[in-house]
């Protein structure tokens, strides 16, 4: 696909985000962050599901208390989410927060951003700034309509001319380590804005679908969105976010990953939909060999396998499964096929195939 | 976004695909086509969750058979899927398919593509042709292998010589009344294919990525790669394929479409994802408004409401409120604010809160 747009790099503590470092997957918890144990407990089960990076909402003085003990326990880098008050981002920096997410544009003026800049520069801890479509301030929103703007194009432009403004402020201070997000709940806008705005600068790109809604909607509309983006080059780090628990914005960043080949989906497990041709229990099997798979890498497992098909019948089967380690599929009446690197294991009953593929499988596990 | 791709127009019955018709949404039966009342039954039940153009398995000729009552019943045009055998093509001809699917190079040389093109220019209906990654043929991918392209790469230009070539085949007896799938189980290589194919042809396009698998990995790889390619203004018509029931590849493509802005969300539910600024139920909250406008949907009702907001706290709450026909919000603690047309109604506990609103939603359908 395109090549990876060239971005400035940063670090959250030991992670790297742009500058050609793998792409990230965020969550936030939605503890109270004034609760540390539970903060980390969540935080915990965020990164043993494939979290990369965390954020919480600091809204206040005892929030920022809480974070030592959250920032020095935490196993993945900890984003501080700060908004309107400058002393919880310099209480903060102090807790040792691997990074803040603040917008200096509603902080209360240039000598406060001074101070948050200076500190986080001190302590060598990375800003993310951003636009989000909600926020964006009323009296631009009615300028660009005054010039004959439509409500999609003023929120484009509006989060590009918002984003650039909120880094402006800061590299008034001579401070450029910094992310940026620029986010809409529709996705079109999110995607132009974020395209415009890596075409102007360098920065590394957060990539998010906000508001997107529940699993149903949200899933569609944040993979559309960001992996749009991350088809394009674009994306530097990328975080899901659903009306939902953060474990199933997590599994949903990685999918994302994984479906735009960005990392490595192992095994890939590929199966046919179903249709008139279909005489064997292909939902049934698909769900057991994923369940299998999920098991065995969930207990910490290697599987040696790159790529599992399970398919129907045989007009799409043996090809596919000519490309897969293992593979089964339909044969005639509701027997299957079973497949290893391309060759013909057997041809056998049902559940007997399924048996023999889950022993393959297994052989394949250390 | 971009402008979509102007391709030529085919005509399913009373359903256009291309030349900027709306993009269309497919699924495929997967009961027996040789019972042709419970394939009805099938095809009702997905036209009512939306489909606008059913695939059926042709295997064999007493599907061809059903085929004239389920055509001649269907709500919605039927395509009928044949592989290899010529005669069964000839017959659902007959037998009033409104399209057929079939790969003029694999039905045994030019006479009988030349019986099957004059039968489908007769009757009107066109013909989809298409590649699939694991049906390219085994010389073509050893020719390319040898010519030093990686698998990915000879996927690609399999997939764009394949379909071309099941083109040539038909245009060579003067029918152009295609349409065109290239699919792959790799969303990158399925994405590349179609765009280098929309390139050199104005036919309209299918888009799916194959094998996708289970919904949980599947939603993600088909939103992303037909995500993508709409957004790029790439595709007529849609079929997302899930090892599931074929429902749920209906209601994720009409949700891809109204993630790319292609198809209206009426209404719109935008959501917050959960964070530690949160004390409200805000994922059951956002579950209950969905439902409420649901259950309004399936039963007829029209809404009149563009966009709902339900937001988790004060930070993007009234701005994206402020976009929004009706919102919901948390305020202090675990009351809620109710918005309309981005003016404050009332600051409620929780359950009252959601009764005024769902009372607002109500007012608004008919």
């Known amino acids: 696909m395109s090549r990876r747009r060239q971005s400035r790099q940063i670090k959250l503590n030991n992670v790297a985000v742009g500058g050609g470092a793998p792409v990230t997957v965020q969550s936030m918890t939605n503890t109270d962050t004034r609760a540390a144990a539970a903060t980390l407990k969540q935080?915990?089960?965020?990164?043993?599901?494939?979290?990369?990076?965390?954020?919480?909402?600091?809204?206040?003085?005892?929030?920022?208390?809480s974070m030592k003990e959250i920032c020095a326990e935490s196993p993945i880098p900890v984003i501080a989410d700060i908004h309107f008050d400058y002393r919880l981002a310099l209480g903060v920096i102090s807790s040792g927060a691997h990074a803040i997410r603040l917008n200096p544009g509603n902080i209360g003026g240039p000598e406060r951003v001074?101070?948050?800049?200076?500190?986080?520069?001190?302590?060598?801890?990375?800003?993310?700034?951003?636009?989000?479509?909600?926020?964006?301030?009323?009296?631009?929103?009615?300028?660009?309509?005054?010039?004959?703007?439509?409500?999609?194009?003023?929120?484009?432009?509006?989060?590009?001319?918002?984003?650039?403004?909120?880094?402006?402020?800061?590299?008034?201070?001579?401070?450029?380590?910094?992310?940026?997000?620029?986010?809409?709940?529709?996705?079109?806008?999110?995607?132009?804005?974020?395209?415009?705005?890596?075409?102007?600068?360098?920065?590394?790109?957060?990539?998010?679908?906000?508001?997107?809604?529940t699993p149903a909607r949200g899933i569609v509309k944040s993979s559309v969105g960001i992996g749009a983006l991350l088809l394009d080059g674009i994306g530097d780090t990328i975080r899901v976010s659903l009306t939902a628990d953060p474990v199933e914005e997590v599994l949903c960043g990685i999918r994302i990953l994984e479906a735009c080949g960005l990392r490595e989906a192992r095994p890939e497990i590929v199966s046919c939909p179903t249709c008139g041709r279909t005489e064997i229990e292909l939902i049934a099997l698909a769900e057991r060999v994923e369940k299998i798979v999920n098991t065995l890498k969930a207990s910490g497992k290697i599987l040696e396998l790159n790529k599992i098909a399970v398919m129907g019948c045989v007009v799409n089967g043996p090809g596919e499964a000519r490309d897969a380690d293992l593979g089964i599929a339909g044969a005639s009446g509701d027997k299957v096929a079973i497949f290893k690197y391309g060759k013909t294991v057997g041809v056998f009953p049902q559940e007997e195939g399924f048996e023999r593929l889950k022993a393959e499988i297994l052989s394949f596990s250390h």
């Open 43 to 65: 935080i915990n089960e965020l990164a043993a599901s494939g979290c990369d990076i965390i954020r919480c909402a600091v809204p206040d003085e005892a929030a920022v208390s």
């Open 114 to 213: 001074r101070q948050v800049a200076e500190a986080a520069g001190e302590s060598g801890i990375p800003i993310r700034v951003g636009a989000n479509a909600g926020s964006i301030s009323k009296s631009l929103l009615s300028e660009l309509r005054t010039d004959g703007m439509n409500t999609h194009d003023s929120i484009v432009e509006g989060l590009v001319r918002s984003a650039l403004e909120q880094c402006r402020l800061l590299e008034d201070f001579g401070f450029k380590d910094i992310k940026v997000a620029l986010k809409a709940s529709e996705v079109t806008a999110t995607v132009e804005a974020c395209r415009r705005f890596a075409a102007e600068t360098d920065y590394p790109l957060h990539l998010g679908v906000t508001e997107a809604g």
